[in-house]
């Protein structure tokens, strides 16, 4: 069995995320934050906390990823879970203040080169809430060591 570093490294998360709607202009956010990657035996784990500018304050969001698949999980104010293969569609529970709604993710891209020095990982998916799909959705994060 091999020693895994367990350690949390500091890290700076620059994250994009693009919503296209028909044929409007993709609605894009940019997000710059400190976050942590944890070395797990199955992959990776990504951390950080949301702040006011993504309207989730209160939250922590964590990727984990294991190969092919990426588990992106928020827990606090807001809870939810995505589970993203590419070429595969799940199904999740996203909670709510006004209740909870079936969420279908259908992953068309994920790509990842993250090491413990970092890298990028692109998710590229479309959503369907309560069966209707609503949007398609790009995540772009590039991971920094910090020193």
Known sequence: MTNINREKMPVLLSIRGEQY???IDPDAT??????TLESTEAGFLLTYQ???LTGMEGT???FEVRGPLVILTRSGKVNSQMVFEEGRQHTSLYETPFGELTVDIQTSTLKHNLSE???LMEI???IAVEHTVTGRNCFKIRVKRKN
């Not at 940019?30 to 976050?35: I, N, P, S």
């Open 124 to 126: 590229k998916y479309s």
């Open 50 to 52: 949301e702040s006011e």
């Open 30 to 35: 940019e997000l710059m934050t400190d976050g």
């Open 60 to 62: 922590t969001t964590t």
């Open 21 to 23: 709607f028909d044929d």
């Open 117 to 119: 020095g970092g890298g």
